[in-house]
């Protein structure tokens, strides 16, 4: 097998055949990257192995990315971000003569089929994203029986590799020593930029010209204009694309370089008031791979001035403090690191990251105690997602989701808080909030936000006194007194009723 000279570290390799690694077959046309989940062309581990790999073997890349049609939630929103993010991939691989990109849509269920193991059929190696979230880490498992060649699958999600601990951490706490622990020699470890900048290779003109006659292509038209495209898919046409958030890296780029210039300064006095521009508005483009953790961290260091001497000598688990950066810095990287990767690391070893017996045993056992207890008011989930609850910030806050895919983070709290107030039972409570989040949010199905909506039961939480009806010992909130800790009035004239009264 050729020798392979990668800065990939191996802690972020794992092979998609199992247990066998198998070789790179040096008869093959080309390398192949299967684009799933880092959606991007710069800092990018799975990429920059993919051209590691085609450096060694002085073969061509391929870039395959796909986008299927029948995982659940698909709808016109997901579709319109990700195919944004096709068209900047497109332009961005343009007049790189030793790249052929592969922009692919499913236009109906089943269209793919034999497509992957057409590409494979002739990859010295293909190279996949390790995503351990929804549907992907079954697609990835499913592929195996389609790739013949060598098949890695690369960690490219956030600072510390998910495969740097073996321990499910079930407090943020725990997990934020952890990191104060183990994380410095991981943050050297960064993927290039621009992974193919310098590169030289054979040419890829025509290496999958017949697989792309049986397949289509999105054509460059589509990219540019793809209303009618994606109006012609077999998807929920209901849940419309968010306009004031494109997707795509260089709308990533264009929201990091905002929130650096003109948020982050008030970051951490200002994030939690829903009537403050002073969140990141990140949260989107990190999960569809068009930003990347690194390079997030990175623009926050180099803004900060920031070197590794300036880092702690001894683990805290505190959220600030550690890093030597300035209060309102290390508030946002406890959320860009702390809290996102905890999610990680949860759904990354236990497969039912999404289940309600996946929460702690105590938050478990208080909730079933109450489970039973009398509610004053019960909610289906149309009335749910219909904003149709007695609670105007509630309302607005759910408007807000379905209208721009996200809702402003102190008030996500709050929003799946009363969702467990309101509903039969805590299961069902938990089967309305990932419904309902996974359905309308742009940062849904992922890691982070699967903590978000389990953190309202009492995962990374502790038990919590008095003891209350239906509640337990789950941390309670009130629409009331959140009223009266952060600004709201403006927020719920923003989103009322009648501002889009023919939504449903």
């Not at 905890?342 to 309600?356: E, L, P």
């Amino acid at each position: 097998m050729a020798k392979i000279d990668s800065a990939v570290p191996e802690i972020r390799l794992r092979s998609g055949h199992g247990e066998r690694w198998g070789d790179a077959s040096d008869s093959g046309a080309y390398v192949l990257y299967w684009m799933t989940a880092f959606r991007r062309p710069r800092w990018n581990f799975s990429l920059e192995r993919a051209v590691d790999w085609a450096r060694a073997l002085d073969k061509p890349l391929v870039v395959f990315e796909a986008f299927r049609v029948d995982y659940h939630w698909a709808c016109d929103r997901f579709h319109a971000f990700v195919v944004a993010g096709m068209r900047d991939n497109r332009d961005a691989f343009a007049g790189i003569d030793s790249v052929a990109y592969y922009p692919y849509l499913e236009p109906s269920p089943g269209s793919a089929s034999g497509l992957l193991a057409a590409l494979a059929e002739r990859a010295c190696v293909v190279v996949g994203d390790d995503f351990p979230s929804f549907f992907l880490p079954a697609q990835a498992r499913a592929a195996r029986r389609a790739i013949p060649c060598r098949y890695e699958l690369v960690d490219s999600n956030g600072l510390y590799p998910m495969r740097a601990t073996d321990k499910v951490f079930s407090r943020a706490f725990d997990f934020r020593r952890q990191l104060h622990k183990d994380l410095a020699p991981h943050l050297s470890e960064l993927p290039k930029p621009a992974p193919l900048q310098g590169t030289r290779l054979p040419s890829a003109a025509g290496v999958i010209d017949s697989v792309q006659a049986k397949w289509r292509p999105v054509g460059d038209a589509d990219l540019e204009e793809p209303v009618q495209l994606i109006a012609s898919l077999p998807i929920d046409h209901n849940v419309k694309p968010v306009e004031r958030e494109p997707g795509g890296y260089l709308a990533a780029g264009e929201a990091l370089d905002r929130f650096l210039g003109k948020r982050l300064e008030g970051y951490g006095e200002l994030r939690n008031q829903p009537e403050e521009d002073a969140a990141s508005e990140l949260s989107a483009y990190l999960h569809w791979g068009h930003l990347s953790a690194h390079e997030t961290f990175a623009a926050v260091a180099e803004h900060e001035e920031w070197n590794p001497s300036r880092l702690a000598k001894k683990p805290t688990g505190a959220r600030e403090g550690w890093w030597g950066m300035s209060q309102t810095a290390e508030a946002f990287l406890d959320e860009l690191i702390t809290w996102r990767e905890v999610g990680f690391n949860m759904t990354s070893k236990r497969s039912d990251y999404d289940r309600f017996e996946s929460l702690p045993e105590w938050a478990q056992d208080t909730l079933d105690e109450h489970a039973a207890d009398e509610r004053e008011r019960v909610y289906t989930l149309e009335e749910f997602e219909q904003a149709r609850t007695h609670n105007e910030l509630w309302n607005a806050a759910q408007r807000q989701l379905v209208r721009e895919g996200r809702i402003h983070n102190y008030l996500r709290m709050l929003w799946g808080k009363k969702i467990l107030h309101w509903s039969e039972s805590p299961r069902e409570a938990l089967r309305i909030m990932i419904e309902l989040n996974n359905k309308y949010a742009l940062d849904g199905r992922n890691p982070n936000s699967y903590s978000g909506i389990f953190w309202v039961l009492g995962r990374y939480d502790r038990a919590w006194g008095p003891e209350r009806p239906i509640f337990g010992k789950i941390r309670y909130m009130t629409c009331d007194n959140t009223a009266r800790k952060v600004r709201v009035k403006d927020y719920v004239k923003r989103y009322a009723a009648d501002a889009e009264r023919s939504l449903f």
